[in-house]
């Protein structure tokens, strides 16, 4: 009896789930409510996880909850500890969802709401779920080793060197990235400059005070420090009105960009339980607390999508980044449906955690269903707003022209009418100067957000709270990324430098600190600058950079996984890890491919460069403008090396790859599976 | 009511794993130690140097 109600009970979940999904897709000529995305998002991640997840679990890796994990085997009570899966669940989410499932669906949302809502619905089931859930049970039977280890002992050492460069250098991308959306959600904004400036010494106020004043209480300080940071957000509005604090801080793009620069040296050379780990608490339960209020918001609100499922820009002419729905779709957004950095974090802090190995299941494929959810909600955000905002906040002056009246004109021209009154009562109700030229997604997102949270709580006399509220939100975790990764890129750089000169390998040496902290910070600071001095936003170069970047370490991590999957099953499974690589493989290729060989100018860094070249070369570049011009024909081949250099080293490994799948299919090759030996668990359910 | 409890258990034992103070309690559970100042400064240096060895996600 039991069986036959569940049956037609998930019956009934596909029944629903298809036709919420059919009617987000074959819906047309009018606006949707977004209720659908939730009911046919949802409803697909229940049936991925309970049945295909399940599958791959069962059938695939054969997960064995008599099989001692390596948190109950090398139990230490610190790295490893067995623990209870939902609080693993938590803490693995917390830990993969960053601003990139915010950020990506929100520019991708310049296609309209279908294309971006598909991928990242497909995208997540066949391939990120897969990916984080696979990974994450390689390292879990390998005694918790990173990817770069799993890489190098399962692929070869040419394989381990790659993975170890490509994390490198994708880190000075995604840091340049994040810096660049705070940069462009703060340029301007004397409320948003002060309540992010306030975070720092609230950081270090938690700081001191869990140092020396009340040890341990981190839950304690946690809920003081966001009081305080509240309290800025108040203190911020009045900031922004005094005209004498208004001007302090009231910052260019370069300006904040130098601070944002001076920063990341000074907080990733600082004690860690100074600035990094009290804001990290903060931004961690803040980030939780919002994405969980977003989504209660939602369902409340159930508001109407503003934008069409499809819009011109399918074409490639797109304001915000250029380039056709395929294949750059597919890198914008990425951590929403599938992430190479996610495969770090699955072979990092989480397979120490796993109590029983069918815990892998929920928290592998389960985390990432969730984290995709939260993309599915920024592409809510997005897209309630009226498309004529939306493009005026995201497109830059480069595009849409240098003042208000231009830019209204040229975006009520595409079909998405806007005019200039509506932009600047926008700006009023919100407590900004103007909403004009804010690329990078994070402003569009906050204003989605606001409008969804302000029509649930206090209407729109608090829109201009709940904007700066999510502004802090998006800023706040973007700033612990900055600190964390430059501190991460220093440790790695060191690592290789203390091969050529010993003591530059020292963590605690501070000729070699400093040294590592400036390198890796000029690095990713020079990209940045970058981005803030590009005439196109900066977004319309380093976003694709970063996406490609970021699915070229998904395919390294999928290789790693059919790898171990060829030497388990040999052919028979490999197409579960090959699906979704091969398509990365396609989409990746063809869109370094176009990024740096299109003809096109605003898509190809060659062709932008010529382009330039040519303006000096007629002379019709003014001599003010000369070194600027000249810097952006060198960025724009920069941009085309370093997009080279991630297609060269992801080839290498793909070949590498290759080379032992086929030594292995035809037998010349032995498949050594290098899993830990079996041993029985003893660790009793109640422990756990 | 039972399951309610159960969850609010759940997601205050979520909150102090986020917070490091799980991997505290067990510190000092494993080297059979009492809550100090100083304790927790010395579990801060080695919780804190693993942690952030790994890069945050985007």
Same mark, same amino acid.
């Given at each position: 009896?039991?069986?036959?109600?569940?049956?037609?009970?998930?019956?009934?979940?596909?029944?629903?789930?298809?036709?919420?999904?059919?009617?987000?897709?074959?819906?047309?000529?009018?606006?949707?409510?977004?209720?659908?995305?939730?009911?046919?998002?949802?409803?697909?991640?229940?049936?991925?996880?309970? =049945?295909?997840?399940?599958?791959?679990?069962?059938?695939?890796?054969?997960?064995?909850?008599?099989?001692? @994990?390596?948190?109950?085997?090398?139990?230490?009570?610190?790295?490893?500890?067995?623990?209870?899966?939902?609080?693993?669940?938590?803490?693995?989410?917390?830990?993969?969802?960053?601003?990139?499932?915010?950020?990506?669906?929100?520019?991708?949302? /310049?296609?309209?709401?279908?294309?971006?809502?598909?991928?990242?619905?497909?995208?997540?089931?066949?391939?990120?779920?897969?990916?984080?859930?696979?990974?994450?049970?390689?390292?879990?039977?390998?005694?918790?080793?990173?990817?770069? /280890?799993?890489?190098?002992?399962?692929?070869?050492?040419?394989?381990?060197? !790659?993975?170890?460069?490509?994390?490198?250098?994708?880190?000075?991308?995604?840091?340049?990235?994040?810096?660049?959306?705070?940069?462009?959600?703060?340029?301007?904004?004397?409320?948003?400059?002060?309540?992010?400036?306030?975070?720092?010494?609230?950081?270090? *106020?938690?700081?001191?005070?869990?140092?020396?004043?009340?040890?341990?209480?981190?839950?304690?300080?946690?809920?003081?420090? =966001?009081?305080?940071?509240?309290?800025?957000?108040?203190?911020?509005?009045?900031?922004?009105?005094?005209?004498?604090?208004?001007?302090?801080? @009231?910052?260019?793009?370069?300006?904040?960009? *130098?601070?944002?620069?001076?920063?990341? =040296?000074?907080?990733?050379?600082?004690?860690?339980?100074?600035?990094?780990?009290?804001?990290?608490?903060?931004?961690?339960?803040?980030?939780?607390?919002?994405?969980?209020?977003?989504?209660?918001?939602?369902?409340?609100?159930?508001?109407?999508?503003?934008?069409?499922?499809? @819009?011109?820009?399918?074409?490639?002419?797109?304001?915000?980044?250029?380039?056709?729905?395929?294949?750059?779709?597919?890198?914008?957004?990425?951590?929403?449906?599938?992430?190479?950095?996610?495969?770090?974090?699955?072979?990092?802090?989480?397979?120490?955690?796993?109590?029983?190995?069918?815990?892998?299941?929920?928290?592998?494929?389960?985390?990432?269903?969730?984290?995709?959810?939260?993309?599915?909600?920024?592409?809510?955000?997005?897209?309630?707003?009226?498309?004529?905002?939306?493009?005026?906040?995201?497109?830059?002056?480069?595009?849409?022209?240098?003042?208000?009246? /231009?830019?209204?004109?040229?975006?009520?021209?595409?079909?998405?009418?806007?005019?200039?009154?509506?932009?600047?009562?926008?700006?009023?109700?919100?407590?900004?100067?103007?909403?004009?030229?804010? !690329?990078?997604?994070?402003?569009?997102?906050?204003?989605?957000?606001?409008?969804?949270?302000?029509?649930?709580?206090?209407?729109?006399?608090?829109?201009?709270?709940?904007?700066?509220?999510?502004?802090?939100?998006?800023?706040?975790?973007?700033?612990?990324?900055?600190?964390?990764?430059?501190?991460?890129?220093?440790?790695?750089? /060191?690592?290789?430098?203390?091969?050529?000169?010993?003591?530059?390998?020292?963590?605690?040496?501070?000729?070699?600190?400093?040294?590592?902290?400036?390198?890796?910070?000029?690095?990713?600071?020079?990209?940045?600058?970058?981005?803030?001095?590009?005439?196109?936003?900066?977004?319309?170069?380093?976003?694709?950079?970063?996406?490609?970047?970021?699915?070229?370490?998904?395919?390294?991590?999928?290789?790693?996984?059919?790898?171990?999957?060829?030497?388990?099953?040999?052919?028979?499974?490999?197409?579960?890890?090959?699906?979704?690589?091969?398509?990365?493989?396609?989409?990746?290729?063809?869109?370094?491919?176009?990024?740096?060989?299109?003809?096109?100018?605003?898509?190809?860094?060659?062709?932008?460069?010529?382009?330039?070249?040519?303006?000096?070369?007629?002379?019709?570049?003014?001599?003010?403008?000369?070194?600027?011009?000249?810097?952006?024909? =060198?960025?724009?081949?920069?941009?085309?090396?370093?997009?080279?250099?991630?297609?060269?080293?992801?080839?290498?490994?793909?070949?590498?790859?290759?080379?032992?799948?086929?030594?292995?299919?035809?037998?010349?090759?032995?498949?050594?599976?290098?899993?830990?030996?079996?041993?029985?668990?003893?660790?009793?359910?109640?422990?756990? | 009511?039972?399951? #309610?409890?159960?969850?609010?258990?759940?997601?205050?034992?979520? #909150?102090?794993? #986020?917070?490091?103070?799980?991997? +505290?309690?067990?510190?000092?559970?494993?080297?059979?130690?009492?809550?100090?100042?100083?304790?927790?400064?010395?579990?801060?240096?080695?919780?804190?140097?693993?942690? +952030?060895?790994?890069?945050?996600?985007?």
């Amino acid at each position: 009896m039991n069986s036959i109600l569940g049956y037609l009970g998930w019956g009934a979940l596909s029944v629903l789930g298809a036709y919420a999904l059919a009617g987000i897709a074959l819906g047309r000529g009018e606006s949707i409510n977004s209720i659908w995305l939730v009911v046919a998002s949802a409803s697909i991640y229940i049936l991925g996880f309970r =049945f295909y997840g399940k599958f791959i679990a069962a059938k695939v890796m054969a997960l064995n909850n008599d099989r001692a @994990t390596p948190a109950e085997r090398l139990r230490d009570g610190h790295d490893f500890e067995p623990t209870n899966k939902w609080i693993v669940f938590g803490h693995h989410f917390a830990a993969i969802a960053g601003p990139g499932p915010l950020v990506g669906p929100t520019l991708a949302a /310049q296609f309209g709401y279908l294309p971006g809502t598909l991928w990242i619905i497909i995208g997540a089931v066949l391939g990120g779920c897969v990916q984080d859930f696979v990974i994450l049970f390689c390292s879990m039977r390998r005694d918790g080793k990173s990817l770069g /280890q799993m890489a190098k002992e399962e692929i070869g050492r040419v394989g381990g060197f !790659t993975a170890l460069l490509t994390v490198l250098l994708i880190m000075i991308i995604l840091l340049a990235v994040v810096a660049l959306v705070v940069v462009n959600a703060l340029k301007g904004s004397p409320w948003g400059t002060f309540t992010i400036a306030a975070t720092m010494p609230i950081a270090v *106020f938690m700081g001191l005070y869990l140092r020396y004043w009340r040890p341990g209480k981190v839950l304690e300080v946690s809920v003081i420090g =966001f009081g305080l940071v509240v309290a800025s957000i108040f203190a911020g509005q009045w900031v922004s009105h005094s005209s004498t604090w208004a001007p302090w801080f @009231t910052l260019s793009g370069i300006a904040l960009a *130098f601070c944002v620069i001076i920063y990341g =040296f000074f907080a990733s050379a600082l004690p860690v339980w100074l600035l990094l780990a009290p804001r990290d608490y903060l931004s961690t339960f803040v980030k939780l607390g919002v994405v969980l209020m977003l989504g209660v918001c939602i369902l409340f609100v159930r508001p109407e999508l503003q934008m069409p499922p499809f @819009t011109r820009f399918i074409d490639g002419t797109g304001p915000i980044f250029a380039g056709k729905i395929f294949p750059f779709c597919f890198i914008t957004i990425a951590c929403g449906a599938i992430s190479g950095f996610h495969s770090l974090i699955s072979s990092g802090t989480t397979p120490k955690m796993i109590a029983k190995e069918w815990h892998a299941w929920p928290v592998g494929y389960g985390s990432m269903a969730l984290e995709s959810f939260v993309a599915i909600m920024a592409m809510i955000a997005a897209c309630v707003l009226e498309p004529g905002v939306y493009f005026a906040v995201n497109s830059p002056a480069g595009i849409v022209g240098a003042t208000a009246d /231009q830019a209204v004109a040229t975006i009520s021209s595409w079909g998405f009418p806007v005019s200039a009154a509506t932009m600047a009562q926008l700006a009023t109700d919100v407590g900004e100067e103007s909403l004009f030229y804010r !690329t990078g997604g994070a402003p569009s997102l906050a204003l989605g957000m606001a409008h969804i949270f302000a029509s649930s709580i206090g209407g729109k006399a608090i829109l201009g709270f709940w904007y700066h509220f999510a502004i802090m939100f998006e800023a706040l975790f973007i700033l612990t990324i900055i600190d964390a990764g430059t501190r991460v890129g220093r440790f790695m750089l /060191q690592d290789l430098l203390g091969h050529v000169y010993k003591p530059l390998g020292r963590t605690g040496w501070m000729p070699g600190v400093i040294g590592a902290s400036a390198a890796v910070v000029l690095a990713w600071g020079y990209f940045l600058i970058q981005g803030v001095r590009d005439p196109l936003g900066g977004i319309n170069s380093l976003w694709p950079l970063f996406g490609i970047a970021n699915q070229l370490l998904a395919a390294i991590a999928l290789c790693v996984a059919t790898t171990i999957l060829i030497k388990m099953h040999g052919a028979r499974y490999m197409w579960i890890t090959c699906i979704p690589l091969s398509w990365l493989v396609v989409v990746c290729y063809t869109a370094a491919w176009q990024k740096i060989f299109s003809d096109l100018p605003r898509v190809g860094f060659l062709a932008q460069a010529r382009v330039l070249e040519q303006q000096i070369a007629a002379g019709t570049v003014p001599a003010a403008q000369m070194s600027a011009v000249q810097a952006q024909i =060198f960025n724009n081949q920069l941009d085309a090396v370093v997009c080279g250099v991630f297609l060269v080293l992801v080839t290498t490994i793909l070949l590498d790859s290759v080379r032992l799948w086929y030594g292995i299919l035809s037998g010349s090759v032995e498949a050594h599976v290098t899993e830990t030996p079996f041993v029985l668990s003893r660790l009793k359910a109640e422990e756990i | 009511m039972r399951s #309610l409890k159960r969850a609010a258990q759940l997601f205050l034992a979520l #909150l102090r794993e #986020l917070s490091d103070e799980n991997a +505290y309690a067990r510190h000092l559970k494993v080297h059979n130690r009492t809550h100090s100042p100083e304790e927790w400064r010395h579990f801060c240096e080695h919780r804190l140097k693993a942690k +952030y060895s790994n890069a945050k996600c985007c």
